[in-house]
């Protein structure tokens, strides 16, 4: 969309991720960085973040060419599993137009809080209260 040459696109996403990372690592140092492998390839990335009443997924991406065939809900499935035994919830801030959002509500995610272009999400274990 830019009409960059392919190697200036190349540095442009690179410099993008670094920059990402490194507010991650500052805001979010006890996370976990997790990348998520399908048959032995790289296929997305998992950051999470664990406090005294949450788990937080800091960020979760799937390559497109791996989207669409339950990975996503399986990792979601995965973290639930984690939070179910110690009462805490999920949460996550979801951009408002991220077709993802279906995925969360379908799981049982709730908006709790409208931040303009985010809502953050939450999803609490069965027979614990809600926040």
Known sequence: MTGWPEEQQRAFIAQQFR???????????????????????PVGRLYLSEDERE????????????????????????????????????????EKNNPARRLYLRLGFEVKEDHGVYDLMAWQPAGCAAD
């Open 55 to 94: 788990f937080l997924i800091v960020d979760v991406t799937i390559a497109p060419e791996a989207r669409g065939a339950g990975l996503g809900a399986a990792i979601l499935e995965d973290i639930f599993e984690l939070a179910q035994p110690t009462g805490k919830r999920v949460a996550i801030h979801v």
């Open 19 to 41: 920059a990402q990372h490194s507010h991650y690592q500052l805001h979010f140092a006890d996370a976990e960085w997790l990348i998520v492998e399908q048959a032995g390839k």
